[in-house]
């Protein structure tokens, strides 16, 4: 019988298209779950995130991640979150790596449905990245898994929660894009993602789905270590009760640094 050949560009690019279809699903699948609840209550507002990423190498196949995050609700005028993440990452291999980290996240009262109290939380998080270049579109996939210690504050004091924990999944599309020299193919590029969040254990509430984000976005590379992005992002935010969602329509913009790894001597 004739075999038929799929180019292994076409493959990764499929791969990937399949990928974002199947954690659309699944994240369809978790808000259709059966809990009787009243109807929720959804309410659409526009925010505005500034981020910054950096990867540097220590040693070998060792590294630091560090990350920031400065968001702001109605676009800008109501604090919405900061957070920080640190971590070190290891190389398994060229395309997989594993980040081990902290995260400090501070949230405020914000928006149409805004908490009682701001909250602080300590997070510890472990994730893992998977890349697949090629000639047609980079795909790559990242699972986190996070134990959250939330405190509320409230008149000067701190109440702690029992810990909690979330599950991620993001698939990523990413390919350059540009004509001649005034827009170089190699620095300039698009990008397209989806990512669920998934609450575990006995405090997960009465929905297992925490959020869901879509995102668009351009991006362009100045030269090897420098990196600017600007998008559209679309955030479902479902309530712990279940009855209350947020559907946030987001500005992202970030910048990204990252140092190649010295060559051994």
Known sequence: M??????????????GLFGILYSLMFACKIIAQPVVIPQRGQVDQVHAWYAWTGQY?????WGIYTEYHFRRANLLSEFQQSLLRVGAEYKLSPQ???IMGYGLIHTGIYGEQ????????????QQLLWKYPNRFVNVSQRLRMEERFISKLENGASTP???EYRIRYRLQLERNFGWGTWLNC??????????VFANLGPKAGL??????RFYLGLGHRFGKEWQLQAGYL?????KKSAYEEEDNHTLMVSVSHSLAASPKR
Do not use: M
């Not at 190498?57 to 196949?61: E, S």
């Open 186 to 195: 190699q620095r300039n590029f698009w990008c397209l993602s989806n990512e």
């Open 96 to 98: 997989v790596s594993g």
């Open 207 to 212: 929905n297992r789905l925490d959020q869901n």
């Open 57 to 61: 190498p220590i040693r070998g196949k």
């Open 114 to 125: 805004p908490l009682a109290h701001p909250l602080v939380e300590h997070r510890i998080w």
């Open 161 to 163: 929660t029992p810990v």
């Open 234 to 238: 679309r955030q479902l935010v479902v």
């Open 2 to 15: 004739r075999q038929i050949y799929i180019p292994h560009y076409r493959r990764g690019f499929w791969k």
